[in-house]
T-cell receptor, first 113, second 113 residues
Framework: DGGITQSPKYLFRKEGQNVTLSCEQNLNHDAMYWYRQDPGQGLRLIYYSQIVNDFQKGDIAEGYSVSREKKESFPLTVTSAQKNPTAFYLC????????????FGAGSRLTVL | GEDVEQSLFLSVREGDSSVINCTYTDSSSTYLYWYKQEPGAGLQLLTYIFSNMDMKQDQRLTVLLNKKDKHLSLRIADTQTGDSAIYFCAESIGPGGYQKVTFGTGTKLQVIP
């Protein structure tokens, strides 16, 4: 079955450490997105990418980095510069053509100790 | 700029209709969406409406769009306990392949048996 796989589901890290969240899709979608979800704030866009080797900052990119070396993969690194990294992170993808409907992964919950 | 607003909480009795409201600010939106999120999971698309439509019905779901007031609503008929979840309104903005999807804060629907 086609879909988006995020890993790990739960992740704990110490302050000052970088951590990378994985997002892989086998839907042949061109565009991929990372959102952060906090209670009462909904989803906020971190980064998005429309094609391989190209990506744009979203509304809250500071303290995060991404890469898009392959169409299927869009990993997100939460760096030590991110002041409040504890959150639920959601990856999504969509085709460039047709209706702009996002398909989401199941999410990764990051907790900084 | 873009901003999508929703009330945070709605409580209804099982069997009643639920109406979840959303306002948006960007008049250039192409598509507007409703997504559902169950606890600890990613978002799943419920329905969407193209910006030149006023209404869309899909089984128990009715979407109404008032472009003049930039108001979107989702009506769920005969609400069931399985409908308890967070519902997100979202809009798609931007040209062609570089569309950006902006989400509201989410409305938590509680269905009382």
């Amino acid at each position: 079955d086609g879909g988006i796989t995020q890993s790990p589901k739960y992740l704990f890290r110490k302050e000052g450490q970088n951590v990378t969240l994985s997002c892989e899709q086998n839907l042949n979608h061109d565009a991929m997105y990372w959102y952060r979800q906090d209670p009462g704030q909904g989803l906020r866009l971190i980064y998005y990418s429309q094609i391989v080797n190209d990506f744009q900052k979203g509304d809250i990119a500071e303290g995060y980095s991404v890469s898009r070396e392959k169409k299927e993969s869009f990993p997100l690194t939460v760096t030590s510069a991110q002041k409040n990294p504890t959150a639920f992170y959601l990856c999504a993808s969509r085709p460039i053509q047709g209706v702009n409907v996002l398909t989401f992964g199941a999410g990764s919950r990051l907790t900084v100790l | 700029g873009e901003d999508v607003e929703q009330s945070l909480f709605l409580s209804v009795r099982e069997g009643d209709s639920s109406v979840i409201n959303c306002t948006y600010t960007d008049s250039s939106s192409t598509y507007l969406y409703w997504y559902k999120q169950e606890p600890g999971a990613g978002l799943q698309l419920l329905t969407y409406i193209f910006s030149n439509m006023d209404m869309k019905q899909d089984q128990r779901l009715t979407v109404l769009l008032n472009k003049k007031d930039k108001h979107l609503s989702l009506r769920i008929a005969d609400t069931q306990t399985g409908d308890s979840a967070i519902y997100f309104c979202a809009e798609s903005i931007g040209p062609g392949g570089y569309q950006k999807v902006t989400f509201g804060t989410g409305t938590k629907l509680q269905v009382i048996p």
